[in-house]
């Protein structure tokens, strides 16, 4: 059984002479949740509407379950759930109405799935309130209900908290990690608000014009992210000793420019920069330094673009 979930292999889509997608190679495991992170235009719906199967590579290929070649991947399909641009939802329709049409639309015996998903999305109360008249955030979790119907593995979302307010985003946060921590379930967000899925990824990818740029779990980007009191003296081997026997602690790294990343005592510089004035020390740079995750994300882009 393969550990990854999906993986696509030089996935190139092209319109007239325009590529939307150019030779993406792309890996999601099994068990994560996988932020795809993108200005509009980057090319994130492109690839999830290739992977749904509701569009075509031009070039390349797509792997889901370790199954790949048409046949198979229709099969594969099935254990896939999705909202793409927006949940697709009876206006007129109850919630508990909705999730009806919607299984006997799949062809999934049994009602009693809905009720388990109202419950589960905390729809449970709406009663007879129509569709309509929900709040957006209330039609993004009915969604969510319509594409866990038949028990998926997978869960791809195309932009799930785009417009809601700031409960309604702590609402769906909180259901999709439920989701993910107990029913096991894989998860793919696309989304360009980094600052959110920062909250809930545990891998991204960011694509740009595109392309992808770069992969890496939520570790490696926190790290990348890491904030630290930047610091440069004349004796670095003696600004060490001093960290770690008057200040205890072994939380930082001489680098091989002779200059310290200290990621302790961030919110007490001024303690740290006395205590090192008063051992002797010449400080010749003395400053916070690290990036925010938006930050980390503009400046790759930026990168590219400027490069």
Excluded: W
């Amino acid at each position: 059984m393969s550990e990854y979930v999906l993986k696509t292999t030089q996935l190139s889509k092209k319109y007239k002479k325009q590529y939307a997608l150019n030779k993406v190679n792309l890996a999601i495991k099994k068990g994560s949740i996988y932020g795809f992170i993108g200005q509009n235009g980057a090319g994130k719906s492109t690839l999830i509407k290739m992977v749904t199967g509701l569009a075509f590579p031009t070039e390349g290929s797509i792997e889901l379950f370790g199954a790949s070649g048409n046949e198979n991947l229709v099969l594969a399909r099935k254990r896939i759930g999705t909202i793409i641009e927006g949940p697709a939802l009876y206006p007129q329709m109850t919630a508990t109405e909705n999730l009806e049409a919607h299984r006997l639309l799949k062809g999934i015996p049994g009602k009693e799935c809905v009720e388990k998903l109202l419950i589960l999305v905390g729809l449970e109360h709406t009663g007879k309130k129509r569709a309509k008249n929900f709040s957006l955030g209330m039609k993004q979790r009915l969604g969510i209900a319509i594409a866990l119907l038949g028990d998926p593995e997978f869960l791809i979302l195309d932009e799930p908290i785009n417009g809601l307010d700031p409960m309604g985003v702590v609402e769906i946060r909180e259901l999709l990690k439920r989701l993910n921590h107990e029913y096991g379930i894989t998860i793919l967000i696309s989304s360009h608000i980094l600052s959110e899925l920062h909250l809930l990824a545990t891998h991204y990818g960011i694509i740009h014009k595109g392309e992808i740029i770069e992969q890496l779990s939520a570790k490696e980007l926190n790290e990348k992210c890491q904030q630290y009191l930047h610091i440069k003296v004349d004796h670095p081997e003696k600004a060490a000793t001093i960290l770690e026997g008057t200040l205890k602690t072994n939380d930082f790294e001489v680098m091989p420019d002779g200059t310290i990343k200290l990621f302790q005592y961030l919110d007490a510089p001024g303690k740290v920069s006395t205590i090192l004035v008063k051992e002797g020390l010449v400080i010749e740079q003395f400053m916070p330094m690290g990036e925010e995750l938006e930050s980390y994300f503009m400046n790759r882009i930026g990168g590219i673009q400027h490069g």
